[in-house]
């Protein structure tokens, strides 16, 4: 998808996305060096500006090409960070839910894979099942390293999380041609 020349560039949406991309490494060297409390800050930070860039980007009408792909990249990062960090500092906290992860995390795998057979490159489908997943995750990573592990948060997140995957596989073999923004399978198929 090209980027349409129409389109503005510098919105704000895109400019809390560009943030997300941009901290990754920082975030990424707390992890590495072991500093567990400037992880959760940034996190939370690149979290909250996720929701936001969303929220900003359809209650002002901001949506763009360039910002879905942003979006799906930026969401992307956080989601990778997270999850190294849960390996890195709190992999004792999910002893016996191993399974659970290795789960979620293939169908999370799967889709990736599928779209980029089929298309070359990701695309962000942004299923209303994916926006809950999201806020499912950032809920209970923040409760997991703020409060303390909470076993029923886990499943809920990560049931919810790989439903959402199985959607977004059955939705790419089913999309002709890449596609933003879908509300989910019900819509394709009534489409």
């Known amino acids: 998808m090209a980027q349409n020349s129409q389109e503005p560039i510098w919105t704000i949406p895109n400019i809390l996305s560009l943030y997300r991309l941009l901290v990754f490494p920082l975030i990424l060297y707390f992890i590495v060096s072991q500093q567990e409390q400037l992880f959760v800050v940034f996190i939370a930070i690149s979290l909250i500006t996720d929701i936001l860039d969303g929220a900003i980007a ?12 942003l979006d799906s990249w930026a969401d992307l990062g956080v989601f990778v960070l997270a ?19 290795i789960l979620y995390l293939f169908c999370w795998f799967l889709a990736y894979l599928v779209v980029f057979i089929k298309f070359k490159g990701l695309i962000g489908l942004h299923t209303y099942m994916f ?7 950032g809920i209970f ?6 409060f303390g592990f909470q076993a029923w948060l886990c499943y809920l997140a990560l049931g919810w999380g790989t ?3 199985i959607e977004e596989i059955i939705i790419i073999l089913i999309i002709p041609e890449p596609r933003s923004n879908v509300k989910g399978l019900y819509w ?4």
Do not use: E, H
């Open 58 to 69: 359809r209650g002002f009408n901001m949506q763009t090409k360039l910002g879905a792909k």
């Open 83 to 101: 999850f190294f960090a849960a390996y890195q500092f709190r992999l004792a906290d999910i002893k016996g839910l191993y399974w659970l992860f």
């Open 131 to 137: 926006k809950v997943t999201g806020y499912l995750q």
């Open 141 to 146: 990573m923040f409760v997991w390293f703020v």
């Open 163 to 165: 439903l959402a995957c």
């Open 188 to 191: 394709v198929l009534k489409n």
